[in-house]
């Protein structure tokens, strides 16, 4: 089991452009989280899995963003049409159903729109 | 008023010093209150974990709810320069959604 894993762990891009980052979760969890994080603040809830279906989006995820988990193992978000204001941390999670459905978080892909 | 509420700090203490860190939080929903550390330029990991009211321990770290006035803590006995990280508290519903609902964090600095 080698944890949850993101990728890119960077990315800076000009304003106007679409970016897409990864998540390969643990093997065999069924829930899969993407969450915000700016400098200062906690993780922000932006959306979550369960396997393939998409069963949440907060208020946070605007049209412009779009989150996919197509086979019921990793996950892509995409951000369409990047603002400066997107710039933040993007940290994905991952857990078993139980009856405490434990989060690991992976490293994170930071952003930087200029 | 925010659904978590966290001093961000920074808070800095010599080590072996007993260190509280706390939380509160408006929603009355919240069931499973989690304590999360971050490392810089890390993501967070799980450092334990409270489901309802009461007292928990894990070696050098107790967690504390009560639920009675909204009031998350942790408390970390004898402090090592390597407990120096953030701590977000992050409770949650459970049910049918487990998503988090993390505080602002405090920065801790254990100084040798």
């Known amino acids: 089991d080698t944890g949850v894993s993101q990728d890119p762990r960077h990315k800076i891009t000009k304003r106007g452009q679409n970016v897409t980052f990864r998540c390969d979760p643990i093997s065999e969890h069924n829930r899969l989280y993407w969450y915000r994080q700016t400098l200062g603040q906690g993780p922000e809830f932006l959306t979550y899995f369960q396997n393939e279906a998409q069963l949440e989006k907060s208020r946070l995820l605007s049209d412009r963003f779009s989150a996919e988990r197509p086979k019921g193992s990793f996950s892509t978000l995409e951000i369409q049409r990047t603002e400066q204001g997107d710039s933040a941390m993007y940290l994905c999670a991952s857990s078993l159903i139980l009856a405490l459905d434990t989060q690991y978080f992976g490293p994170g892909t930071r952003l930087t729109v200029l | 008023q925010k659904e978590v509420e966290q001093d961000p700090g920074p808070l800095s203490v010599p080590e072996g010093a007993i260190v509280s860190l706390n939380c509160t939080y408006s929603n009355s929903a919240f069931q499973y209150f989690m304590w999360y550390r971050q490392y810089s330029r890390k993501g967070p990991e799980l450092l334990m974990y409270?489901?309802?009211?009461g007292n928990k321990e894990d070696g050098r770290f107790t967690a504390q709810v009560d639920k009675s006035s909204k009031y998350i803590s942790l408390f970390i006995r004898d402090s090592q320069p390597s407990d120096s990280a953030t701590y977000l508290c992050?409770?949650?519903?459970?049910?049918?959604?487990?998503?988090?609902?993390f505080g602002k964090g405090t920065l801790l600095t254990v100084n040798p």
């Open positions: 409270t489901y309802s009211s």
């Open positions: 992050a409770p949650s519903s459970g049910g049918s959604n487990y998503k988090l609902t």
